[in-house]
């Protein structure tokens, strides 16, 4: 990339295909075949249940994932409810990675959070292979971008450079302002039913409560401090607040809970 | 094999056997044991989901998935209601790749389209390890085989020569001619409720039309032309014609749905 | 480790942490970005659908997978409760494997089964890894552990000894004695919907007849040899006895079956 990072060799993967098809599968094979055995990927697959078309949890599950990866790790991001139309195939190259995928604002995190040192769009006329379906450029345009990248062919020959501020962001609501503190937005729900909601820990300057429904909750470091049935509010791994219920799920029991921080 | 085809190392694997069991893990565990480190295979899942017993879809999965793997993959594919009685275990080498599993039709496509070499029956007694199960012939006699082409240990020690017209084929319903036309079959149904029909490109030489429920529906490219709960047909990624829902399922909105080509 | 033990590479996840979320390709993300390139792992998935918190279900599922990998397998198994609680993290090495988790008995069965040779306590003071989350410890604990075993760091430097006795171990349900046999509980039930008791094949010596509620069922070797909606009476894969229909689910046809064995 301009020499200025060395793909690894691990791509780690994130997309909405799902299990129960064969597109994963297919993505992956064509990526080798089109290596020419000249380099041996090692995949990770992030997630494929993003549910379909879900940019928003797409872009959120990408934010809590990527920053593990060693450097030089390539994203392949597949979230692309416009494949086929206008939106543009990009790669962003960033201090520390490299990100394929449709610019349709799945990369809104690393885009706003790291450094980004350059932007391409693919030229899908150069990198695209047959069948060229309109339907699965997973398999057809960015599988084959993917081993370029491997393969280390100068992104010159295939993209065009693309300027950072044309890059697609969107706006995730940040925690409103309210007298005393703020009321949290439900950002995510994780499988064990954690309601992860978008106060940081950086956001927590100064001692607060945390109210469910009006009602003070218990805060606590572990999910083991609680008791069976307590709702319990700590610190998500993603260093989120987040709303749980020891050995079950706060998503059953609570629906379209109010979340409520208030200052000491 | 017989020295005319090399494996890549590449073990592509697609099966029923679910992801909440041990059952896809243990099965890659028994090939590495097996290998005794002589080799490095790649493992790429194509899916796990098939429906229990679900050959045909297996089967088409398969057809779906195969073509875009590299020359020298080995297919193990596993879906086998009849695992431990007479049916056979074989390996199917084609010009480009190495298909293992058992003889149920579960390889029609392959077998159909591909120019098949060599076929040749598994000696299970030369092969199968303990403990001996005859219900879980993944683990017991498919992996030790893929181990042994991995191995390139010569197929003539641990098989017998089948004849190409012993394997068994699956029929899959082709579109039925009408007066100006064709009425057409679902084929698959994929994870974003895409109906996948029997309609190839290829027999679509004409100007058509394309009727669901007796009403025309709009041909597209991509999904992305599509408005808001419209019902759209377009060709999908393996060329066959596709019933679609922008950001929706056809399949929940469309129950049985009678499909129709018209040629003008 | 003690230099008695050397890793192969392969490193085996059982978790519950599911597949929807980022959690399982964030802790081999990280496992890799520990390794700082010094060594190339090769990561098989178990399974990460164990329902969520459920030891006794992580605990067998290991017991039917481990004894099939090769040596030097290091299993990372996490189903984790008490993460962040005074639970330890503990390392055992058996005679031909390596297990990083959690000491909540998930390692129940390998811990009576195989040759124990050394236990050792994580220290998360010299292991652990920003952001030193008390809810995801398979990231910031338990994935540098693994990193440090495949880096082969010397134990010592970053565990203490445990004694074996000290394990926790969890009991399962024996099959209870009757006057003419045994009444069996279910340890399991796979995705087939196959039911697997705890009578194993070794207590099978005299000849026995298998009821289920109350009604004597047909003992066979395969499921093919079932008719349809037949119960049938096989020993599993794991040499447990298992109750199954043919090309159906035992699970959704017989709720709480009463299962007895007859000795004639």
């Known amino acids: 990339m301009s020499s200025r990072l060395t793909p690894s060799g691990i791509v780690a993967i994130l997309t909405d295909f799902g299990l129960m098809d064969h597109y994963v599968g297919v993505m992956k094979?064509?990526?080798?075949?089109?290596?020419?055995g000249e380099a041996n990927p090692i995949f990770i697959d992030i997630t494929h249940e993003i549910p379909p078309q879900d940019i928003r949890k797409g872009a959120l599950k990408l934010k809590f994932a990527y920053p593990y990866f060693p450097q030089g790790t390539i994203f392949l991001v597949i979230v692309d409810p416009g494949v086929g139309t206008g939106r543009k195939a990009i790669v962003i190259v960033t201090e520390k990675y490299l990100f394929v995928?449709?610019?349709?604002?799945?990369?809104?995190?690393?885009?706003?959070?790291?450094?980004?040192?350059?932007?391409?769009?693919?030229?899908?006329?150069?990198?695209?292979?047959?069948?060229?379906?309109?339907?699965f450029h997973g398999r057809d345009l960015f599988a084959p971008a993917v081993a370029q990248l491997l393969r280390r062919v100068p992104v010159e020959i295939w993209t065009k450079p693309l300027s950072k501020e044309a890059l697609t962001l969107l706006s995730f609501p940040e925690p409103?302002?309210?007298?005393?503190?703020?009321?949290?937005?439900?950002?995510?729900?994780?499988?064990?039913?954690?309601?992860?909601?978008?106060?940081?820990?950086?956001?927590?300057?100064?001692?607060?409560?945390?109210?469910?429904?009006?009602?003070?909750?218990?805060?606590?470091?572990?999910?083991?401090?609680?008791?069976?049935?307590?709702?319990?509010?700590?610190?998500?791994?993603e260093g989120l607040l987040e709303i749980a219920i020891r050995n079950s799920s706060a998503a059953d029991s609570l629906k379209d809970p109010q979340i409520e921080i208030i200052f000491e």
């Open 176 to 237: 409103k302002r309210t007298s005393n503190g703020y009321s949290l937005s439900i950002w995510d729900v994780d499988r064990f039913g954690n309601l992860i909601t978008n106060f940081s820990k950086i956001m927590a300057k100064k001692h607060f409560k945390v109210l469910v429904n009006g009602q003070e909750v218990r805060r606590v470091n572990t999910y083991g401090e609680g008791r069976d049935g307590e709702i319990l509010a700590l610190f998500s791994s």
């Open 101 to 135: 995928g449709p610019d349709n604002g799945v990369f809104t995190f690393p885009a706003k959070e790291a450094q980004v040192l350059e932007v391409f769009e693919i030229d899908s006329e150069k990198v695209m292979r047959p069948p060229f379906s309109s339907t």
């Open 29 to 36: 094979g064509r990526i080798l075949a089109e290596l020419l």
